[in-house]
């Protein structure tokens, strides 16, 4: 807990320049990756806030059933085009990536409520494409390690914003 408050108050103060700079080099970075076509054009920290155990684990079942809904899509293409070892391949992984969400939803029901799990930064961000730009807004997850959760949700920000532009 007060790992989380330092955190926190280190953001609220002088600090926050320092996480928005990181932040805004990170979203960037994913940017370059995902769609070199569009600029950064502004990048703010709205707040942050600390999102607690129940909330933390629910997040992790979220990313492990989108995975899991990639590997039987992965698995659907390869019965539909006959490619055996493939097919056993993703099988394997849809009944072990199965077992894992098994296990986090029972860590969900008996998750704490009140004990902190990490942050969760709400940040915005102009984009532009030519002559076209875009306001919109993303949600970095940080574990209590400040370890960065689901990176794909930036990245699917990111591909829905070029999309659109």
């Known amino acids: ?4 408050l330092f955190v926190l108050q280190a953001c609220k103060n002088e600090k926050d320049g320092d996480l928005t700079g990181q932040l805004t080099v990170n979203f960037s970075n994913h940017i370059q990756n995902i ?3 569009l600029m950064l054009d502004s990048f703010r920290l709205i707040k942050i806030d600390t999102f607690f155990e129940k909330q933390g684990r629910m997040i992790d079942v979220f990313i492990y059933q989108r995975e899991a809904d990639k590997i039987k899509k992965q698995l659907t293409n390869a019965i539909e085009q006959e490619l055996g070892d493939s097919a056993s391949f ?6 072990y990536i199965q077992g894992q969400i098994d296990s986090l939803s029972k860590l969900v029901a008996v998750a704490d409520t009140t004990r902190p799990f ?3 930064v709400h940040c915005e961000y102009w984009v532009r494409k030519k002559d076209k730009s875009i ?3 993303v949600l970095y997850f940080f574990d209590n390690s400040l370890k960065l959760l689901d990176p794909d949700r930036i990245d699917s920000s990111i591909s829905r914003d070029s999309r659109n532009l």
Do not use: I, Q
């Not at 807990?1 to 989380?4: A, D, F, H, R, W």
């Open 1 to 4: 807990m007060s790992l989380v």
């Open 135 to 137: 306001k919109d807004s």
């Open 90 to 95: 993703y099988s394997y992984e849809n009944n």
């Open 118 to 120: 990490g942050l969760a």
């Open 35 to 37: 769609a070199p076509a």
